[in-house]
């Protein structure tokens, strides 16, 4: 399921834009849930919750009750999740930049307007489309994937967020991502090499605190990956059993 946390003022004008959020990605097969809010209280109350939304709207134009400070807050606790502003007021664009928005859009909008930013961000952000274990279709923004756990019959996929299980072997699930960052470290198991914090002589320790096994075969390899892959990043480190330290790049 992808959830939308909207936050607008004007009731009718948020009710018309839950609709057409969930109808354009229903059109693409994605299951999708807008929550709307007029209270930014209750809003960010929500937000601070698990799981965590998929995707933002946030109405700024003047009087809705909603400002950038509120956009401020939710990238304040670490929350990347696609943004998008809409305001009445074409400078608030440039405002934008300052809380990371990845769109903005001028009112009146429209099916068509959205549609397009809507399309704009699931290229942008990198994001593949996975069939759960229930039948729907969930977009993952590969960036979010920290580590995939291998089962008989699914797949296990980790984000930032939430954890969603899928009708995909690992192996198949590798191939879609088409990426660089992901390399299976053991039959059982897949990394992001973007969200390693330590590799160990028998396992590997990610950013949320799991220590996934790595296969003696797999180790040298690993650790030549990140190496690559690391070469010119800056700020955090990975302490590999060797001794040395390997930057670590940041995500985006």
């Known amino acids: 399921m992808y959830r939308i946390a909207i936050c607008c003022g004007a009731s009718r004008e948020g ?10 990605l229903d059109a693409r097969g994605i299951e999708a ?27 700024i134009s003047p009087g809705r009750g ?12 670490g929350d990347t999740s696609p943004m998008i502003l809409i305001s009445s007021d074409a400078s608030d664009a440039i405002a934008g930049y300052k809380v990371r928005a990845d769109d903005y859009l001028l009112k009146p909008v429209t099916q068509d307007v959205l549609d ?6 699931l290229k942008i952000r990198k994001t593949v489309l996975f069939r759960t274990r229930e039948g729907s279709l969930r977009p993952i923004e590969t960036g ?35 990426d660089g960052r992901f390399l299976r470290c053991h039959r059982s198991y897949m ?5 390693v914090t330590d590799l160990g002589k028998s396992a590997i320790t990610m950013a949320d605190g799991r220590k996934i096994p790595i296969s003696r075969g797999t180790i ?8 690559v892959r690391f070469r010119t990043g800056q700020d955090k480190t990975v302490h590999s059993p060797q001794g040395q330290f390997i930057p670590n790049a940041p995500m985006r």
């Open 191 to 195: 990394i992001n090499l973007d969200h």
């Open 220 to 227: 040298s390899e690993v650790a030549k990956a990140m190496n």
């Open 15 to 24: 009710h018309e834009i839950c609709a057409l959020s969930e109808n354009i």
């Open 144 to 178: 979010s994937i920290i580590w995939a756990e291998a089962f008989v019959h699914h797949t296990e996929i980790h984000t930032e967020k939430d954890v969603c299980t899928i009708r995909a072997l690992l192996s198949e699930v590798i191939a879609a991502l088409h």
């Open 33 to 59: 849930k807008a929550d709307l809010f007029s209270n930014p209280g209750l809003f960010m109350s929500a937000v601070c919750s698990e799981p965590r939304y998929d995707l933002y709207l946030l109405d």
């Open 66 to 77: 909603t400002d950038l400070d509120l956009a401020g807050r939710i990238r304040a606790i």
């Open 116 to 121: 397009e930013a809507l399309t704009r961000l």
